[in-house]
């Protein structure tokens, strides 16, 4: 049976090597004495032939079941039976005993040496007396055999004990390659699970340094002392900034970057993990103390499609550091903190969302009960002071009540108007049954009716198929808001209201005005404050992002107002979309 095994025998190659020198030495003096020949030389070809098949099984790391022994016999045999076809110690090749002996000492040493040494000799007495009948039989050769014997038993001996030596090096080495490797699995293993679970960017950040120094050094105490620099760097404001560092100074962690030039350039305009050399000297990079004696790095992306988060960045003093194994264990973690930092990111948006819609709630009921108490209210409260009027005047004076009543009527008509169009704006139920352009319309006709407002309503009804009912609420409202901020603000004749299909896959919505206008960044800054002034453009900002719309303001004093939303309507032309905006 043979079995294979996963690293090779030294003592295979060694015996297999030995067996050539010698089958060499066989066909040179075979050649030289003239006897090369097939009656005599046939097991010469057996030989050449089983260590053919000794030199393929160890190629291929296979071994026999009692695989020395078996080695040891067979050459023995080939030995005696090519020494006894050549004529023996008269021959060319009386010095065939050689190779059992030398088998014997690679694979059994001293002793097998020895043994097979007394074999041999044996049969060579047994051939002398078979073909010298009559001349007495040089017992010296025998003596030289087995002193020949006993040699290289000593040095089999030796030899092999070196091997084993060498061999449990080689051994210990795998075995604490492989543990390294193992160990390294472990903590890719365990630190990507901590990455995927935690929805903390910090968090996050430290676990893609920890993640690195683990991997490229498996070994707890060459962490401490390792000069590995690992930094991750977000994008904030327009600019990159330190998330998460290790080795960097107080001052370093203060450093931002404009990634206008050198390595973070070209790793963020190119999208691909990039190999670098004199870290120190970019020239932005070079501005942090940690890196400038740091010769070799490793900067990776941190981006998914069009979003770009960051860089992550590792250097080291060593200019062959970052070898081809180290690289593709740092670009695992690259894209495992690429989705870590997506799901914290998606959660942060998540929060961020929630606490918006408690915001927009609150606004819509402030929004209401000022409604209520410009409008209806007073409304209500003034009836009731000119009813207590009107009652007593019924006892003066009929005509003057008359007409009073009739203003009361006018005014609860009005009252009325005011608390539909409330209504109305707060659940428009012809959008649900009839869709958008039906409800536009319902509200400019209201708008009319209510406050002698005009708006001129222009939808291309082919766009409006294209949306869902809940992309169609929020448009409608994000249309309410703008008309009753220019009704309230722009003291405009008209208000135009356009949607139309701008290109594929997106929609641009238009509200503009020939009002008074205003100054778009004055308000802006309003904006960022969350000023109550700005509420308007907060609601539109925030409805335009419910729909991953992209909004656009443009107004001058005196020169009117336009309110643009350009709504993607899918995922392709969100990145477009959003894509052409970063690049402007």
């Known amino acids: 049976m043979i079995k294979r095994f996963d ?28 006897n090369l020949d097939l009656p005599s030389s046939w097991p010469l070809g057996l030989m050449i032939a089983w260590n053919l098949v000794m030199t393929v099984l160890a190629g291929m790391n296979y071994r026999m079941n009692y695989h020395r022994r078996i080695s040891l016999l067979v050459d023995g045999i080939l030995a005696a039976t090519f020494y006894w076809a050549q004529g023996g110690l008269l021959g060319p090749v009386f010095w065939a005993g050689l190779l059992p002996i030398l088998t014997g000492s690679v694979y059994f040493e001293f002793w097998g040496s020895f043994i097979s040494a007394a074999l041999f000799s044996v049969l060579m007495l047994y051939v002398g007396s078979q073909t010298d009948v009559g001349n007495p039989f040089p017992l010296s050769v025998v003596g030289i055999m087995l002193a020949l014997g006993v040699l290289f038993g000593f040095l089999g001996s030796r030899m092999m004990v070196h091997m084993r030596k060498n061999r449990a090096l080689w051994v210990d080495a795998e075995d604490k390659k492989r543990a390294m490797q193992n160990e390294r699995m472990r903590a890719i293993y365990e630190l990507t699970s901590t990455m995927s679970s935690s929805l903390s960017y910090k968090r996050v950040l430290d676990s893609a340094l920890d993640m690195g120094a683990t991997v490229l050094n498996p070994d707890p105490e060459e962490i401490v002392n390792d000069p590995l620099v690992g ?31 050198g390595i973070l350039k070209y790793a963020l305009d190119e999208g691909e993990p990039l190999a670098i050399k004199d870290v120190g000297y970019d020239p932005e990079l070079g501005r942090v103390i940690a890196l400038r004696n740091c010769t070799s790095g490793y900067c990776f992306p941190l981006r998914s499609g069009f979003n770009v988060y960051g860089v992550l960045l590792f250097a080291h003093p060593e200019p062959d550091y970052f070898t081809v194994e180290r690289v593709k264990l740092l670009d695992i973690i690259g894209r495992q903190a690429v989705i870590a930092i997506q799901n914290a990111r998606l959660y942060q948006d998540l929060v961020e969302e929630k606490e918006r819609m408690v915001e927009v709630h609150e606004e819509a009921r402030k929004k209401l009960a000022r409604d209520l108490h410009d409008g209806p209210t007073q409304s209500v409260a003034a009836m009731a ?55 536009v319309q ?12 005009r708006v001129a309503v222009e939808i291309d009804e082919r766009a409006t198929e294209q949306l869902e009912m809940g992309k169609q609420g929020v448009i409608f409202y994000i249309i309410e808001e703008a008309v009753n901020n220019a009704r309230k603000h722009a003291a405009a004749e008209v208000i135009n209201v356009r949607l139309k299909q701008m290109d594929t896959g997106v929609l641009q919505l238009e509200i503009s005005d020939n009002g008074v206008g205003f100054d778009v ?27 991953n719309g992209l909004l656009q303001i443009e107004s001058n004093p005196g020169k009117g107002t336009q309110v643009r939303v350009y709504i993607p309507l899918t995922e392709e032309a969100a990145d477009r979309l959003h894509h052409s905006r970063r690049r402007s």
Do not use: C
């Not at 297999?16 to 020198?21: A, D, G, P, Q, T």
């Not at 760097?233 to 404009?258: C, E, H, Q, W, Y």
């Not at 006018?410 to 428009?428: D, G, N, Q, S, V």
């Open 521 to 547: 960044k004055a308000m802006s800054e309003s904006y960022d404050k969350r000023a109550s002034s700005s509420l308007g453009m907060v609601n539109l900002r925030e409805r335009s992002e419910l729909v």
């Open 231 to 261: 930094v991750v760097m977000l994008f904030n404001g327009g600019k990159l900034r330190i998330g998460s560092a290790r080795r960097f100074t107080t001052a370093d962690m203060r450093v931002t970057f404009d990634a206008a030039e």
């Open 442 to 453: 319902a509200m400019a006709d209201k708008m009319m009716e209510t406050f002698s407002q």
């Open 7 to 34: 690293m090779p025998y030294m003592a295979d190659w060694f015996a297999i090597s030995l067996r050539w020198v010698l089958l060499v030495g066989f066909v040179v003096a075979l050649g030289l004495g003239g």
């Open 385 to 439: 002071m000119r009813l207590n009027i009107t009652r007593r005047m019924m006892t003066k004076d009929v005509n003057a009540a008359s007409d009073e009543l009739v203003k009361l009527e006018e005014l609860a008509y009005r009252t009325t108007k005011e608390i539909r169009h409330m209504l109305f704006t707060l659940r428009p139920l012809i959008l649900e049954s009839q869709g958008l352009a039906a409800a």
